[in-house]
Every structure is written in C-alpha cells, then in structure tokens.
C-alpha cells in the first residue's frame, strides 16, 4: 500500500524528539475512538478500559524505573478518514504520544496507519478494527489488533445460526470496509457451509428512511436478516423499517451491533434475535469486569476488555525493550503476548513489570485471553448473545 507522509519535514522532527527518550519520566498514550458517530455509544467504556490500564501502570511504579502514564483522547468519528487523519497527526506531532489505542473502526484505522502512523514510526494497537483487510495492510510491523478479524467472525456466525436451525438468510451492510468485509466473509463461510444467501445489499449511514433496502431485502426472502451495520447509525435505521413494514422480526447482530443502546431502541420487540460480540469468560474477563465496577464503568461494555488489553501490551512491550521509543518496543508487542512465560492476568500489570525487568518472560493472557497471531492480531474469542425480555443475554462463548 501506498505511503503518504501528511507531515511535513519540520513537524515530523518535532515528532520524533517529542518519542525519541526511551526513558521518559512521564509517557503519554493516545486513545483516538470514535467518540461521535454511529458507535459513539461503545467509545466511553473503551476510553475508561485503555486509561485503567494506565493507571494502574502509573500506581505500580514499576515502568521504566517510574515513569508515570497518562492519556490524551483523539476523536477518529469511525467513519471519517478524514478526521481520523488529522486526529492521529495531532496526536503525534503536538501531544507527542507514545503510542496509539486505536482506531476504532477499520476505515479510520487504515486512513490513521497509513498517512500518518506507519509514515512516523508509531505503534497503533486497535481493540475494535476488524476487517479482513487490515491482515495485509502494509504496516512496517507497528499494527496489532486485541480483537479478532472478521474473517473469523464470520465463521462463528454461520455456526450460531446453522445451530440454531436457519438456513437461509438476508444480508444487509453499512457501505464501508467493516461492512463489505465483514459481509463477504460471512457470505463465503454461510454457503460454504450449505446455507443459502438471498442478498447482499449495502446501505448508507445517517439516512432518515430504510424502507426501500427493507424492501429488496424482503422481496430477496429469508429466514432471519443480518444487520452488519452500526448501532447508533443505519444498523438501527434497517431494524425500524424491517419492523415497521413487517418484513423481518428476528435479526442476527454482529459486533457494531451488540450495545445497551440496540435494547433502549427495540426492547422487547427484537425478542429471539441473537448474535456475538468478542468476548469471554475466562478469569482474566471476571477479574477485569470487576475492576472496571469498582471505577465506575461497565466492563461488560463491547470492546472496552479489548482496549485494556491494548494498552496493557504497549506498556508491556515498552518494559521489554526498555525503551518508551515506538520503534524500539514495537518488535517487543508479540513476545509480551505470547507464551512462553509467567500468565498477566488484568491488575497483575505491576507484576508483571517487575518480572520483565528481571529478565523473566511474561505470557500476557489479560481480559480477552490475548494470543496474537500472524500479523499481529488476536486469534478471536466470542460471545454468543440472545435478546430475552428486551435485554441482552449472554448464550454462550466460543
């Protein structure tokens, strides 16, 4: 992929002597989230995962003999690669990060790595990114991601649906990469599994009237209509026409879809629908949900494990290469993430920097079972949920 650098010649020095002292005595993280558009809703809990990570950094003591970490918040929109750009030159160039928790959604993330991060030198790890395309994305070894590409979402899609009895299925998607990437993939998976697709049709964001997608797709005809889209933008749009004309009552949900907001929308009218979200029930997933109480935010959130996990691995791999320089700790993310070593689990971050320090390996096993693979992304866990009595339930993991 083609690299552009935005910054100029004099702005990007400045960039790199604001990273260039691998010992900092105060590190400074970026979280450039989607804080306004059609995933605003999951943003907050996010935010509030990558900051608890750094704080408790920050209480241990115990990073880069003391250094203390705090954040600045960059607003990518989601869908505005635009923004997204000009958010991640403003992080690097003038709040002088260290590294990036982010972005959240697959476009933003390809704008911010491409024209701005990859052309600096700077680590983004994403908790949200999921298209395939971010597999392949010429990233020069600074991309990681802490949730799973939707090639294998996908899959554990057409494995939900398949068992619970549907074999044929519409398919509506939000005109952008997250949206056809994650359609195709799980188009391919469904037929090849046997089912049948009656359509694939996009549809746009932010429109004010659904009913003519609804339409082609009922005419189209199936069982159940998968709304791959965005909750608090089209997503929803498509379920209020599909009820209002009568043309589907039950839907399966993937990740953009899965938030409180989708039940304060629909209640108990989307009753039977079902879907998933990454996620898991290991101990690291109980521990961190309780940390996240006792701050004051729902850990159960989407994506907010996910970005404490990010965060945890860049502070991790910075320990490791004992250097808060991106291009110093960058080849350090994987080896923090993998076995062999001692299993971090979340609130073990101060441990698990005296360990590293010792010279011991660490295993960083955190909220989300975190094992990257290939290109640095997460092999994927999931949450199977269920709408019952207008709430969402949780029916399972895989």
Do not use: W
């Amino acid at each position: 992929m083609k690299k552009i650098l935005l910054a100029s010649v004099a702005t990007a020095a400045v960039a790199t002597s604001a990273f260039a002292d691998g010992h900092a005595t105060q590190i400074t993280l970026g979280i450039s989230l989607g804080f306004t558009g059609p995933l605003e809703s999951l943003a907050p809990p996010m935010a509030q995962g990558a900051e608890l990570a750094m704080a408790e950094v920050t209480a241990s003591g115990n990073l880069l003999d003391g250094a203390s970490v705090t954040s600045v918040r960059g607003d990518s929109t989601c869908i505005d690669a635009s923004a997204a750009t000009t958010v991640a030159e403003r992080l690097i160039t003038s709040d002088g990060v260290s590294g990036i928790v982010g972005a959240m959604c697959s476009g933003a993330t390809t704008a911010m790595l491409t024209n701005v991060a990859v052309p600096n030198g700077m680590v983004m790890i994403s908790p949200s990114a999921t298209s395939p395309a971010l597999s392949t994305v010429e990233d020069n070894g600074l991309f990681f991601r802490t949730s799973p590409s939707d090639a294998r979402q996908g899959v554990v899609m057409t494995e939900i649906i398949m068992e619970r009895g549907f074999n044929e299925v519409a398919v509506t998607y939000t005109n952008n990469d997250y949206g056809q990437g994650l359609a195709d993939s799980f188009a391919a998976a469904f037929e090849a599994a046997g089912g049948t697709v009656t359509l694939v049709a996009a549809h746009e964001d932010d429109r004010a009237d659904y009913s003519s997608e609804v339409g082609s797709l009922a005419s189209a005809g199936g069982e159940l209509l998968v709304v791959a889209g965005y909750v608090d933008s089209g997503g929803s749009g498509i379920i209020q026409a599909a009820l209002d004309s009568g043309a589907f009552d039950t839907f399966v949900f993937p990740d953009g879809m899965v938030s409180e907001t989708l039940t304060e929308n629909f209640g108990s009218d989307i009753d039977g629908s079902f879907g998933q979200n990454p996620g898991t029930d290991s101990n690291g997933a109980t521990v961190y949900q309780a940390m996240a109480s006792e701050a004051g935010f729902d850990g159960t959130s989407a994506f907010s494990a996910e970005s404490y996990d990010a965060a945890a691995l860049i502070m991790l791999a910075m320990q490791a290469a004992g250097s808060s320089a991106p291009g110093d700790y960058a080849a350090h993310v994987m080896d923090v993430a993998n076995a062999p070593g001692e299993e971090i689990l979340p609130g073990d971050l101060g441990r698990a920097l005296e360990l590293i320090a010792a010279g011991e390996d660490v295993n960083y096993v955190g909220a989300t079972s975190v094992e990257l693979i290939g290109p640095g992304e997460s092999a994927g866990n999931y949450r199977e949920v269920e709408i019952v009595d207008g709430a969402i339930t949780v029916a399972g993991y895989r």
